[in-house]
């Protein structure tokens, strides 16, 4: 009998996989506020994120039944009751307060046909849109009063605050994917920084002045003539935060996951990106103790470009080698 070598639902390198959904529609308010939560408790040490991932894998079929903060949110609410952190109850209990407050009455909007009026001298009608919200769903998933629980729960605690919730969904919104690409454009104008970056990609980016504010390592991959790099997390969905933002979407999804390894020139063209058979194609498994950085090649006729001017080619797809770099000649 052929000896099942895999870890756990987390991990999938070399399954088969569905066509990957390369588009990234960006995060929900509520999957903000659990990856802000589930960053917030970590740095206090309360958990750890092999605990996380351990409380995941206990979660049987129903993992593969979650999405990605729904399963991470959950897994912090089950390991923090196993540790004590704090009880069901008293979980259930700020689960109640958290809904109640969501309790908002329902108000009957105008009739468009009861209202008219003169908009320059002449009759204006509305039409019913004119009274909504722009709003699509349903609401909070019901996993996000877990989280507001926790977070209620813990800041009572005086474990977190709000305000370290919030500071890391900044940092995620506004900061970390800012850094990535002033590597990028620092070493495309400067060779002695590439160099630099090449040898101990860490170091280099310190001596930036950004401070990853991560144990992991990170090394830093350059596009040549002769080798493609591409990154991927058969196990979870390691990436450099910090350095680059929240993966998208598809980073995390179980198709890339398990594709990526034993087809990546095929998962390649599905972005869109058309790599010659005779080029080498490397693929980098990051972990918890070892992040990558993709440094793709600086495009033709970008001669003499500022670090400004760079900056508007590079996007995130680019830093982790599914995509790459053009000038647009639109």
């Not at 849109?129 to 009572?156: C, H, K, N, V």
């Not at 919030?166 to 002033?182: L, M, V, W």
């Amino acid at each position: 009998m052929e000896q099942d070598l895999k870890m756990g639902p987390h991990d999938v390198g070399g399954e088969d996989g569905d066509p990957i959904d390369t588009n990234d529609s960006g995060m929900t308010h509520w999957e903000k506020f659990s990856n802000g939560l589930r960053i917030a408790v970590s740095a206090s040490k309360v958990v750890t994120l092999d605990e996380l991932r351990c409380s995941a894998e206990s979660f049987g079929d129903d993992y593969f039944k979650m999405d990605y903060f729904m399963r991470v949110g959950l897994s912090l609410v089950e390991r923090c009751i196993q540790r004590g952190v704090f009880s069901k109850s008293e979980l259930e209990s700020a689960k109640k307060i958290a809904k109640k407050n969501f309790e908002v009455p329902i108000v009957e909007l105008p009739n468009p046909k009861d209202i008219t009026h003169l908009h320059d001298g002449k009759e204006h009608i509305h039409y019913q849109s004119d009274f909504q919200e722009d709003e699509s769903g349903e609401g909070p998933p019901e996993f996000y009063f877990d989280m507001l629980a926790a977070a209620q729960i813990l800041t009572d605690k005086n474990i977190i605050s709000m305000e370290d919730i919030q500071r890391k969904i900044d940092n995620f919104d506004k900061t970390y994917p800012a850094r990535g690409i002033s590597v990028v454009t620092k070493a495309w104008t400067d060779p002695v920084f590439k160099s630099a970056l090449i040898k101990d990609a860490k170091s280099a980016i310190h001596d930036m002045g950004i401070h990853l504010e991560s144990f992991a390592d990170i090394i830093c991959f350059a596009h040549d003539d002769d080798t493609h790099h591409m990154v991927v997390c058969t196990l979870c969905s390691c990436y450099p935060r910090t350095l680059l933002g929240m993966p998208p979407a598809w980073y995390k999804s179980r198709s890339y996951r398990s594709r990526v390894v034993h087809e990546p020139r095929k998962v390649l063209a599905e972005f869109g990106t058309l790599i010659p058979d005779g080029k080498n194609l490397k693929v980098h498994d990051s972990n918890a103790d070892m992040r990558y950085l993709i440094l793709p090649e600086k495009p033709e006729g970008t001669e003499g470009w500022s670090e400004s001017d760079l900056s508007r080619l590079i996007s995130r797809d680019h830093l982790v080698g599914v995509r790459l770099p053009k000038i647009n000649t639109n």
